[in-house]
């Protein structure tokens, strides 16, 4: 067993806290004016009764940068009423190396005399373009369609040589709605329900050292081949100067696809503080925890004693991933918001039922508008 591993990097985004303008500042900006419209705005003082007159009261703000949640979360945003949204998000994860429990495995000891394998992964990279429209249906509900385009490449290494195999194309279909169930002052409480439809392939071929045409491993097919569950709730409460929230999300297969096997249910959980720097910048940071299990089922084309990557009940895990990023706003107003966000995260903590790829890093970049 070793030790979770941590990467000191991240501590310095806590810089990124440092104190802002103060709301009881941006609210009395010296024209006496403006102050009397804004208090009418808010009930008179806008100040809750009881309380001293230098903490004004604090109100749900979409137009603030940190409101937006960082750019690896989705499903935390609805609209006001025939409003929309889309938006495009780069998501790009590397994996290198193996590793069963916390224990790392060489693809040397994976290769030797008594294992049987004669063939193990050594590295990954996937690269996600998702694309995203959201429609305020009414004040409560937002309709959302997600479709992801993949791109997946992996080095294999075998007993005598390695060699590279990619698949590329569109991934499951996504859509779903996401529901305010409160709205009150400050805090935003709301739960999402999407269906995944099997639009990706799931029998994905390329070849091997030796050119022949072989079905990949699950790792690099583009989809479920099931239809699937997305429930899911998030909460978040704005303060001054900054906004902290928190999500869990499950994912849920069902049935079988036509292959006989099935990807397994998993569960998410993550949390995040984001923090205003300017009225136009905010940084963020947060945790990310997934749960995943085995997978059901197994693929008369994937021979799991030849390698790891082919076998069902070898793809079980969880990791604790430590992102951190920043948002952008690039344009504003009532009547349309448009930001860039963009996040870096590693692992903290793995286990893998393997052998299988460890995460290395992650990145995701987000660009959004919406009028």
Known sequence: ??????????????????????????????????????????????????????????????????????????????????????????FFQSFHGMRDGRDNISTSTLLGSGTGYTSTPRKMTTQ?????????????????????????????????????????????????????????????????????????????????????NITLPYVMQLGTGTFDFYPGAVFMKQMEGWTWGVQTAARIHVGKNSDDWAVSDSNHLTGWYSKQISETIAGSLRFDFFSWGDYHGASKDLDPDANPANDPHRQGGNRLDLLGGFNFELGDGYDQLHRIAVEVGLPVDEWLDGPQLSSEWMATIGWQLSF
């Open 1 to 90: 067993m070793i030790e979770p591993r941590t990467h000191g990097w991240i501590l310095p985004a806590l810089l990124l806290m440092a104190p802002s303008v103060s709301a009881q500042d941006a609210w009395d900006d010296g024209d006496p004016a403006l102050t009397i419209r804004r208090m009418a705005m808010f009930g008179g003082t806008g100040i809750r009764l009881g309380r001293r007159q230098s903490e004004p009261e604090i109100y749900w703000d979409l137009q603030r940068i940190d409101a937006l949640p960082p750019a690896g979360v989705f499903h935390a945003v609805t609209l006001v009423e025939d409003d929309w949204m889309i938006s495009y998000r780069y």
């Open 128 to 212: 996600t373009h998702v694309f995203e429209a959201l429609y305020g249906f009414d004040d409560d509900w937002t309709l959302f369609a997600m479709v992801p385009y993949l791109r997946k490449d992996m080095t294999t290494n075998t007993l005598t040589d390695d060699f590279d195999t990619d698949s590329e194309g569109i991934g499951d279909l996504r859509l779903g709605v996401i529901r305010t169930i409160k709205e009150e002052q400050n805090t935003m409480f709301r739960v999402h329900f999407g269906v995944g439809i099997p639009t990706g392939k799931f029998d994905e071929k390329d070849h091997d050292e030796t050119n022949t």
